[in-house]
DNA sequence: AATGAATGAGCATTCATTCAT
DNA sequence: CATGAATGAATGCTCATTCAT
């Protein structure tokens, strides 16, 4: 096996076992049964099962936000904030695993200190709303406000269309658009 | 001590204990003692654990939709929507640990058989949503999507108001009525 | 209710449950219940369990001996010994719960003082024994020997009559008896 | 320490204490502490408390059926089952924890599916004794009362000889005989 | 005598973590 | 690095017994 390979699959293994069982139920022994490794092998990787949930918690945050890049080179509108919005969204729905995970993960006491590890988005996020609030492209509402509520809608439109199976997309996005929008 | 008040103090010390340190993470013996009581009275009142978890959640659960009976005597408009909605926002700033604990619950696995309690308040909102898209208030949107789309705006919305203490709710309401108001 | 009344409910309901779930796995508040009684009315007649325990082992005990006020009258011989032996055994078959519960008292470790209680009996039988021993109507094997084997030759047979409820008796007791009767 | 060496010092403390205590009246973490072992250690090599009676009641019914070996090779006749019963009575003599706990055993509620492990000796043990009825070396009984009768007056010299330290054996196997041996 | 809510020591079992091999 | 037997603190739950009413 090569190296670094027994903490992929334990990485994989959690995240499978922590979405069927939740993490509290899922103990260690069985992450190592399940990723054909020793009990012990899972405490070479993770000094803790603690720093276990967080570096899932933490790759998998990142890694949905890869689309990110692309937004901060551009300037808040209705295009770039739907290409940004949609690539978020196509990757929770062909990820519904890391997804599903990401989500119990921010609501557990888990997530504590993982902030401090992606600052940056949100505060050039935060930047490029403002900068779009300046522009009167949207409302004039609390930044963190307006990025609060992006997250909570993307992952309560994720979550439906995982459940519903439905096609739609724009549709969605145009409800969380008219929500900041500018008007006068 | 009055009779009941015994079960009272326990479900307080359990709404506390799970806010701060996670329902699997509080002991049921953390409990009894935060509520003076000894071990063995938990089980006289609660079958189980996962009985006490339960019968928390649901509780608090039809405590936030006591406001929704107003609600469906009228018909869905700017007006009877904002009062709902206002009414539940101050429930959630007003009662802040239930609302917590409300959220910790619900997307807990302890959830699992609750909805069957409240599955009316659900069917007669999307009744409502459904007459609103007829009479062309609120866009052609599945129903479903829409109802959900209030929970998730409520929440959020709920969660920031207690972080930042701020003291407006119309706009953060309209963040939500534009996103789904009907537009020619 | 009569007086004296409630004590034979608890002891009848402690006979009954102590035979459906064994001695060790009968919380005495079941029996409570079983007997229409509060919790705390056990403990008025019976000091603890244990005590109700051994009043329930004792009583049977004394009562499956009854018949042998009638032995002890008599000398021994085939006729007085099968008499003694007849009426006992149609005694286990007439009372399964009071003799099924004798049988896990007297291997349980609440039988530790009951001997005690119930020496006379021991002694006369074993009077009887020797005296039969002397006549050469008994071989002459150990007393104590002897009386041992009456009961545990006893115990069987009552449990293979209520199994096959055969209605065979003589040929029972016969095997008992041609084990220890004198012969030159 | 050995492998295997701590489920056997499990198996040892378990049956000490058992045959002090009673199986219920026995902690498993007193079993633990006996064997010098943590308290978990005992749950590696038994699923639960239940599993380990089993399992020790088992092995040692089986030990004690060892010289049955002997036995179904011959026909039943007064030598053939002298040697059988005298064999099985010097096990007990000589192992009187083992032979104290099987006895604790068979009446407990933990025997139940006990029985489908040793049925074989059952079988064939009732086979020779219609055999010898068959052929006038015993009383026409039901085999299954001789079989029976087999066990419970073993059980109970056993118990005697144990008490009484006495040397004498073939008089407690004549006892037995002569209740069953065919006359005409 | 009767009640039954309350008590808290006790128990079976789990599981994160260690460490000798 | 890898293993997995061993550890023992921690947990949910039970139940004999008490005592205020």
Known sequence: MV???KKKKILESALKLFNEKGIDNTPTTLISKEADVATGTLYIYFKTKVDLISELGTSIQ??????FLD????SVGYESLEKFWLERVEWGVNNPDKYKFMIQFKSSPYNINTEDKI??????????IE?????KILKDLPP???SGFFSSHYIFT?????????KERKIFFETFFDGIKYTN
Chains 1, 2, 3, 4 share one sequence.
């Open 71 to 74: 937004l901060i080179e551009s």
């Open 158 to 166: 994720v979550e439906y269309i995982i459940q519903t199976k439905t």
């Open 144 to 146: 963190k406000y307006i």
């Open 3 to 5: 190296v670094e390979d």
């Open 119 to 128: 600052p940056d988005h949100e505060k050039k996020l935060l930047n490029l």
């Open 62 to 67: 990142e890694e949905s936000l890869t689309s």
């Open 131 to 135: 900068e779009g609030i300046k522009n």
